[in-house]
């Protein structure tokens, strides 16, 4: 059930000099908020930003004896609406709008979950890890960025026992090189009689490369997707993807915020990189 809420800013975390975390408590929300959805947030009570901005639920926050207590948002300072909230005080109340979107779809044992993260896509990762540590899922988070400065919260998935696989493009932290490397190894190695489950987020080259490895290996894979967003409800038809729904037929436009932002990987009809040769 969608809700329009003033979620109280509980705490705000900074994690680097534009990145951060703010904790809202807003348990009629998290009550019925799934791993892969979103909210739509309006930081401030003025006209800048004029529209909400849709953010993936990081955390469903719950209190001691279980019960739903809020959410949430990992945050990078990029516009406007990005910066008001990287600076929000704690105890100021923002306009939060949700859960809204297509959640991911939960796998069970035998078959792994394998979530692949570039940069602040680790953004709707914490939830859904926490889902499949409740299912008794096996695992595994595949984190690049471009530096280790670029790496959030790998001790609060260590925690949950997932098994963790880093790389940094300057070889901060981890490996040196993409995310997508040891993915491939990992892939190639992998005995298990059911290939595992690909729950993948981050820029776009990242993402299309991630679904094409997993293909190869007869993984499923589901990706979300972060289009630009005038209303989540469908109203404003700012967030169209292009998707095929028969592996023949033409890709048709659908709007991300009623059919996603979570997408089988292989409905997606990717955009083809540019040629620079």
Known sequence: MTIDVDARVSSNIRLSSDCNVVRLDAPALAATARPGQFVMVKPSAGLEPLLRRPFSIFEILTTADGSPAGFSLLNKRVGVGTSLLFDVKPQTEIACLGPLGRPFTLVDPPREAWMVAGGVGLAPFLALARALRARGTAASLFYGGRSADDLFFLDAFEQLGVTLEVATEDGSRGERGLVTAPLHRALDAAAAALPPMLYV?????????????????????????????????????????????????????????????????????????ANTT
Do not use: K
Request: one cysteine or more; glycine letters at 10%.
């Open 201 to 273: 987020c981050g820029p776009t080259p990242m993402m299309r490369a991630v679904v094409a490895i997993g293909a190869t290996h007869a993984c499923p894979s589901e990706v979300s997707l972060e289009p630009m967003m005038g209303c989540g409800m469908g109203g404003c038809y700012s967030c169209v993807v292009s998707v095929r729904d028969d592996h023949d037929a033409s890709p048709h436009f659908v709007r991300a915020c009623l059919e996603g932002p979570v997408f089988a990987g292989d409905r997606l009809a990717w955009r083809e990189p």
